[in-house]
């Protein structure tokens, strides 16, 4: 299995992802799902793979689930999925695959346990916050 991120360019947090994985020395496939969109099947296995909901998955900032209705509680799983296929900036980012799990990975330090190879250094942020090669956010 290779690493696998589902990205959005746009997003710090997922800018900052993709860079730990490169730092790490492993050059993952980028799935920019903005364009590509997202499948059933595809978001399913992966929020089992993670161990989320779709409740979990849904990004509530800068996205249109409050215009969409999509904030309140009542809201099926099955009414959030319709949702995210139809909008698929509504699914929180980034998605990261690898042989050792799969994980919504924000904050960004959520990528670590996931990697293959552990970062050899400290690892700079955009916002210039430090991630220790240890796993622990220094700032």
């Known amino acids: 299995m290779t690493t696998v991120i589902h990205h959005n ?19 993952p496939v980028i799935i920019e799902y903005l364009q590509t969109g997202w ?28 215009e969409l209705g999509l904030l309140d509680p009542g809201v099926s799983d099955d009414a959030l999925m319709d949702a995210m296929l139809a909008h ?10 690898t042989p050792k799990g799969v994980a919504l990975c924000r904050p960004s330090e959520a990528v ?3 990697l293959e190879q552990p ?8 916002d210039g916050g430090i991630i ?5 956010e220094v700032t």
Do not use: Y
């Open 132 to 136: 220790a090669a240890d796993h622990a």
């Open 9 to 27: 360019p746009d997003c710090g947090t997922s800018r900052n992802v993709l860079a730990v994985i490169r730092a790490s020395g492993t050059e």
């Open 119 to 126: 970062l050899a250094a400290p690892f700079t942020k955009e």
């Open 88 to 97: 698929p900036v509504l699914v929180n980012r980034p998605i990261v695959c």
């Open 39 to 66: 499948t059933r099947p595809q978001l399913l296995a992966l929020f089992a793979a993670a161990g989320l909901t779709p409740r979990d998955a849904l990004r509530t900032s800068k996205s249109p689930a409050k």
């Open 112 to 114: 670590l346990p996931l």
